[in-house]
């Protein structure tokens, strides 16, 4: 996390709300020489105590976890990119990235069997209805000797969260004028579609979204 506190003023609920958007991070747990860590889609409850993911049998955070809950980090990243010095319209400015990004740290487990189905038909139903008008994908549309060979190959995890951290990067240090500047240039020529995102976020500040 950034250590300069301008940055980190943002409510927890807020930080939450914005993990629970993006649905997606880097979980890591320490190994034994190196941290082990895996890119994985996941699902925050409503009231931000829990994360229910799953992890293939062969990860080897999934083979840490059959000795038992470990304590882990969910670290999500939601918007980021660079900003250029002349986007500010004013002197003696430097290159900057900016970013928000949200640290989940507690305790993984791994969860009965039984609660792998219920799990991925959440997940599935979470992301499809983004989708919409498309029609929702269900998992009755694969062939039940099908679901049976790939769910044997996951197995359902819960995190249990205990601390949420957030850096919310947005030019914060700057006046407000010279921050939408650098907004409207990044959202008319960014590099990728995650600029408008940053953009809009730089213009209203974090403590504007609830």
């Known amino acids: 996390m950034h250590p300069n506190p301008a940055y980190r003023q943002t409510d927890p609920a807020i930080s939450l709300k914005a993990a629970r958007s993006r649905g997606f991070g880097l979980l890591s747990i320490n190994g034994d020489a190196v941290p082990l860590c895996s890119h994985i889609p996941f699902l925050l409850s409503k009231d931000g105590t829990k994360a229910e993911a799953h992890l293939v049998r062969s990860n080897p955070i999934a083979a840490k976890l059959a000795n038992g809950p470990v304590s882990a980090l969910l670290a999500v990243n939601c918007a980021d990119g660079y900003i250029s010095p002349d986007w500010y319209q004013i002197e003696d400015q430097v290159p900057t990235w900016n970013y928000v990004a949200v640290h989940l740290t507690g305790q993984l487990r791994v969860l009965p069997p039984e609660n792998l189905r219920p799990h991925l038909e959440?997940?599935?139903d979470f992301f499809e209805h983004r989708l919409a008008p498309k029609p929702v994908w269900r998992l009755?549309?694969?062939?039940?000797?099908?679901q049976g060979r790939l769910m044997r190959m996951i197995v359902p995890v819960e995190l249990s969260i205990e601390t949420v951290d957030a850096t919310w990067k947005l030019a914060q240090n700057k006046d407000a004028a010279v921050r939408v500047a650098a907004a409207d240039a990044l959202e008319a020529g960014?590099?990728?579609?995650?600029?408008?995102?940053?953009a809009a976020l730089m213009r209203n500040r974090p403590d504007q979204f609830a």
């Not at 009755?140 to 099908?146: R, S, T």
């Open 122 to 124: 959440r997940l599935s």
């Open 140 to 146: 009755d549309k694969v062939q039940p000797e099908v």
């Open 190 to 198: 960014g590099p990728d579609a995650g600029a408008a995102a940053l």
